[in-house]
Nanobody
């Protein structure tokens, strides 16, 4: 069974930083994406890391987080992190990871194995 567990969220003030962690099991993926969903908004991919057939990794980000967020992988293939710097109130959302490869909106029902997510709250 696919299992995903996110952690590291919290409540911070604008300009501060958080580091999220995701530990997954039950799959082997060449692409992992961090998604977020704010109240009343679509779930959207904001950062992904992709490994191609030659072992080269690439990262992609939504414009809204580019330059502030950094996605990375641990030595364990299914472990990914999201370093979030210069946080803004609009970053407030529940953050999820998934073995998908998608930046932008994505219907939650298109993936069946979401974890519980981790709440990030940024106040001004």
């Amino acid at each position: 069974l696919v299992h995903l567990a996110e952690s590291g969220g919290g409540s911070v003030q604008a300009g501060e930083s958080l580091r999220l962690s995701c530990v997954g099991s039950g799959f082997r993926a060449n692409c992992m994406t961090w998604f977020r969903q704010a109240p009343g908004k679509e779930r959207e991919g904001v950062a992904l890391v992709y490994t191609n057939s030659t072992g080269t990794t690439s990262t992609f980000y939504a414009d809204s987080v580019k330059g502030r967020f950094t996605i990375s992988q641990g030595k364990a293939r299914n472990t990914v992190y999201l370093q979030m710097n210069s946080l803004k109130p609009e970053d407030t959302a529940i953050y999820y990871c998934a073995p998908h490869c998608h930046i932008g909106p994505m219907r939650a029902q298109d993936f069946a194995d979401w974890g519980q997510g981790t709440q990030v709250t940024v106040s001004s």
